[in-house]
């Protein structure tokens, strides 16, 4: 290919559509056919990041190798295309603003009056166009955000027009809808997507290809209406119906021919044929499989599950890979109590702590822990859920009965868990945590060597306050097992506990790393210990 080609995927009727779930799948099938494909998200919020949103404004922050908080769709787009994701891959409205006004202050603008156009749009082209730079990806797909109409997204759109004339035949446009199906009289209705189309051609951008969302299937004739309507071709209208998975969309999107499609009108001629045979076996494990196991995870978030997105999924690969569905039972924190825990975990077979912050629900979870430890179930604790395990065995088998975190509780008189002095000054939320990927060195002989299999791993993370060392000797004696430290600073990573099956914490995050291609070894070997606990 001569250069690189930039397809965007738009929005309308209605949000949580999917575009996510169609960017990567079209970026899975071109990727499949030999092309280097990357995958942006801009979003319209104001926040520089989504690291400061609460989980239940916005589902779980992921964090690249690389330090960026970002939006979960980024996980979809590396679960995908088992390639990692960057700081340039997701762009906010705040990121602009603020690189404008810094250009603003610093006089780049050379005293001119700084406007929504050209300037802030001149940023979103910049932004967009960043992946493309030096032919290091065939194909560049980006989200937008939001839905068509909406007062954020405007620039956006607007930045999308001004580039269809820039890059002309380098330049694509998908749009997705809602084809809602009024059960009443029995048909799919194609006015919203009309009116969806209608309002992004007032924009001035007409889209190439139009993908509808539907719970039943198109027939030809609404095909046709759309396409007349719409001003597309009729191979141009693409169906998406519900899938049991996300994971088998990419299979729905090759059987509608979308890449073929999108590959005929930017001009790309291949002889290949999209490649997807571990994918298609992956599927048919996950649809076929009968074994099942009862995994609990336990957090403060649950009630909306797009808060451990990542987590949800990596259970999902390491459950194929074990040849079983994993049953995960959502459970709140702050509804476990010491009289409660046996009839709330009694039928669980294995137990996951999950990541957060703050204090609430924090006492369940030490309470989820003891029960775990006691009747040797196994455990993993990810990130707090680590800091909780730390925090349990010092109260429960230490005897330092207010043992806590100083997130928690400032005042406690052994804090286990604690800030680092670099930390402590610290008055800004965002972007100041340890973030990103951090190397940690794996001793022999323990449980975390025998998962991981090598000495130096490099796992991402997202969090503030750290074991306190000068508690180490106190634990390891009493047979806790620091197996993971970070060889710069001398951080505690990774703990588990002697004498128990399977009881291991981590204070990074490895869901964030487990792909359809790569599950993460971690959820591996915890999905198989909760499976030989199974009987």
Same mark, same amino acid.
């Given at each position: ?361 924090? !006492? ?9 430890? *006691? +009747?040797? @179930?196994? #455990?993993? =604790? $990810? ?82 306050? !750290? ?9 390891? *004696? +009493?047979? @806790?097992? #620091?197996? =993971? $430290? ?50």
């Amino acid at each position: 290919m001569s250069s690189t080609k930039y397809i965007f995927v738009t929005g309308g009727v209605t949000s949580s559509l999917g575009k996510g779930i169609i960017s990567a799948s079209l970026a899975k099938l071109l990727q499949s056919r030999g092309f280097k494909v990357t995958i942006q998200k801009l979003d319209p919020y104001i926040n520089v990041d989504p690291g400061t949103l609460n989980p239940y404004e916005h589902g779980e922050c992921f964090v690249t190798d690389d330090g960026a908080e970002t939006d979960l769709d980024l996980g979809h787009y590396e679960r995908f295309l088992n390639i990692p994701t960057s700081q340039a891959n997701n762009v906010t409205t705040g990121k602009i603003y603020q690189t404008v006004i810094d250009k603003e202050r610093r006089g780049d603008y050379l005293g001119k009056t700084v406007q929504v156009i050209p300037h802030i749009t001149d940023e979103i082209k910049r932004r967009i166009k960043i992946l493309g730079q030096n032919h290091q990806f065939d194909f560049v797909i980006t989200e937008i955000g939001g839905t068509v109409g909406d007062i954020e997204s405007t620039p956006y759109i607007e930045a999308v027009r001004q580039l269809k004339w820039e890059l002309g035949n380098n330049c694509l446009v998908i749009h997705l809808t809602l084809l809602p199906y009024l059960s009443s009289t029995g048909e799919l209705k194609t006015k919203p997507t009309q009116h969806s189309v209608k309002m992004l051609l007032e924009h001035g951008v007409q889209p190439d290809i139009i993908v509808c969302r539907t719970e039943h299937k198109i027939n030809d004739d609404i095909r046709k209406k759309i396409a007349l309507f719409c001003n597309v071709s009729k191979e141009s209208v693409i169906e998406a119906i519900d899938a049991k998975s996300i994971y088998e969309v990419p299979l729905l999107m090759e059987k509608e021919k979308l890449d073929e499609v999108v590959l005929k009108k930017l001009n790309v001629h291949t002889n290949s044929k999209p490649e997807l045979s571990n994918w298609k076996a992956f599927l048919n494990i996950l649809y076929s499989t009968k074994n099942q196991v009862d995994i609990a995870l336990v957090g403060k978030y649950v009630e909306l599950k797009d808060s451990y997105k990542s987590i949800a999924e990596a259970f999902i690969h390491a459950g194929v890979k074990n040849n079983h569905k994993v049953n995960i039972h959502w459970i709140h924190s702050e509804m476990i109590t010491k009289d409660n825990v046996q009839k709330l975990l009694g039928n669980i077979k294995g137990i996951l702590v999950a990541p957060g912050f703050g204090n609430r629900g924090i !006492e369940g979870k030490i309470i989820a822990i003891e029960y775990a430890r *006691k +009747n040797k @179930v196994p #455990f993993l =604790g $990810i990130c707090l859920g680590m800091q909780c395990a730390v925090i349990e065995f010092a109260r429960n088998v230490l005897n330092y009965e207010d043992a806590n975190s100083r997130e928690m509780n400032p005042a406690t008189t052994h804090p286990v868990i604690d800030l680092l002095e670099s930390q402590k000054s610290i008055n800004y939320l965002g972007g100041t945590m340890r973030l990103g990927a951090y190397p940690c060195e794996i001793k022999e002989n323990t449980l975390a060597y025998k998962i991981y299999n090598q000495k130096l791993i490099y796992e991402r993370h997202r969090h503030r306050y !750290e074991f306190n060392n000068e508690y180490r000797d106190v634990f390891e *004696k +009493n047979g @806790v097992v #620091f197996s =993971g $430290i970070n060889p710069e600073k001398d951080l505690v990573e990774i703990m588990e506990i002697k004498y128990h099956p399977f009881f291991i914490g981590v204070q990074f995050h490895p869901e964030y790393k487990s792909t359809v291609e790569n599950p993460h070894p971690l959820f591996i070997h915890f999905v198989k210990a909760a499976i030989d606990n199974n009987g």
